[in-house]
């Protein structure tokens, strides 16, 4: 069974930075891109980030790009989300997601979900 | 950027009812385009991809529909387990810059 937890949330001030993790199990990591997706408190979902299954391609939201860098430790089966210089708009609770289909590219298509790790940014 | 704009909003309907969802693009997304159901407190769940195709596990009640620009959800009996925010999603573009509509809540009328 495909299992994803996220973890490494909590509440930072604007301008400081979190690392959120994200560990699977159930599915061969690396056949798979991932993806951070996240949704602010009562609204709707906003695609943040992917990687491709070796990690060596990385793909950013506008919003994010330039202080959020995804990555991930295959041999750990874990994907990372390193945000820096967060914002209030930050603010949201992150998902991972898996893609539906192996492959070498990111296809985008989010086939499983964990529950989420909740980013707050206030001072 | 492609814009996904879903409609409606909100739909108030009552348990056995067809249900359509709408969402629409801002460019062609081809095929591209996946349906996510959200419950309260849970992450989303793929419903549909590829524009009409059934994720495994999902019951026959739901269907997708179209192409390009113009696609729908089809609840054919609405259960009460189906009450839930519905989300298109397009996976189209390359480089990845992937969107999601607003969603639409159906509501119990």
């Known amino acids: 069974e495909v299992h994803l937890l996220e973890s490494g949330g909590g509440l930072v001030q604007p301008g400081g930075s979190l690392r959120l993790s994200c560990a699977v199990s159930g599915f061969t990591f690396n056949d798979y891109a991932m993806t951070w997706v996240r949704q602010a408190p009562g609204k709707g979902l906003e695609w943040v980030s992917s990687?491709?299954?070796?990690?060596?391609?990385?793909y950013y939201a506008d919003s994010v790009k330039g202080r959020f860098t995804i990555s991930r430790d295959n041999s750990k089966n874990t994907l990372y989300l390193q945000m820096n210089t967060l914002r209030a708009e930050d603010t949201a609770l992150y998902y991972c997601?898996?893609?539906?289909?192996?492959?070498?590219?990111?296809?985008?298509?989010?086939?499983?979900w964990g529950q989420g790790t909740p980013v707050t940014v206030s001072s | 950027e492609i814009g996904m704009t879903q409609s409606p909003d909100t739909l108030s309907v009552s348990p056995g009812e067809r249900v359509t969802l709408s969402c629409r693009a801002s460019q062609s997304v081809n095929s591209n385009l996946a349906w996510y159901q959200q419950k309260p407190g849970q992450a989303p769940r793929l419903l549909i991809y590829?524009?009409?195709t059934r994720a495994t596990g999902i019951p026959a009640r739901f269907s997708g529909s179209g192409s390009g620009t113009e696609f729908t959800l089809t609840i054919s009996s609405l259960q009460s387990e189906d009450f839930a925010v519905y989300y298109c999603?397009?996976?189209?573009?390359?480089?990845?810059?992937?969107?999601f509509g607003q969603g639409a809540k159906l509501e119990i009328k």
């Open positions: 990687i491709t299954g070796s990690g060596g391609s990385t």
């Open positions: 999603q397009q996976y189209n573009n390359w480089p990845p810059q992937y969107t």
């Open positions: 590829g524009a009409s």
């Open positions: 997601a898996k893609d539906q289909i192996a492959g070498i590219a990111v296809v985008g298509l989010l086939g499983h």
